[in-house]
């Protein structure tokens, strides 16, 4: 079983909805990495956080420790915004399989 | 403040051939990965340097993968002989220190394509 497990592997919305990913890791992980690659791109860090819940434009991370579960959130999604999302967990960083991500006009 | 650094970009090679990639990390990061991450996957540690030393290669493939980081600042992977399923992106990322407090930066990769 993989350390850090994401969901969905595949979304596809359309321009302007709310669109979430989830990542639920194991013990022995205490902060969380959301990345973003685009195609042909390589990764750019988005956030990274151990509690709580930090906000960067339209985009919205959070955390519960307790339930070892974080989220990412999209909102007024935009066709741009379609790339891999990838969280990855931190002491040693391992990275869930990442969510393919296309937003529609 | 630059970015990690990683050469070449793209490299396309015969299988068997051998083929090694550089990567320069932020200024002052002592932990430095390498990742290999096939089409449609997430980015597999392969290995990871605190300062010049390993601190875990466990899913290195020693028989054809290696990697150095001598001086504990830019490091090399190389491949020797390279097969068909080494074709992915290798990615070199670092950190000022491990730990959860801190936080990672990531090369653009080097796409490998072995023909």
Sequence with gaps: KNEVEQ?????????????????????????????????????VSLFMLSSGKKKHGRLIATINIQEKHSSLHITASHPRDSAVYICAGRNKLVFGAGTILRVKS | ???????????????????????NPISGHATLYWYQQILGQGPKLLIQFQNNGVVDDSQLPKDRFSAERLKGVDSTLKIQPAKLEDSAVYLCASSLVTGK???????????????
């Design chain 1, 7 to 43: 969901s969905p592997q595949n979304l596809t919305a359309q321009e302007g909805e709310f669109i979430t990913i989830n990542c639920s890791y194991s013990v022995g992980i205490s902060a969380l990495h959301w990345l973003q690659q685009h195609p042909g791109g390589g990764i």
């Design chain 2, 1 to 23: 403040e630059a970015g990690v650094a990683q050469s070449p970009r793209y490299k396309i090679i015969e299988k068997r051939q051998s083929v090694a990639f550089w990567c």
């Design chain 2, 101 to 115: 407090d801190t936080e990672a930066f990531f090369g653009q990769g080097t796409r490998l394509t072995v023909v």
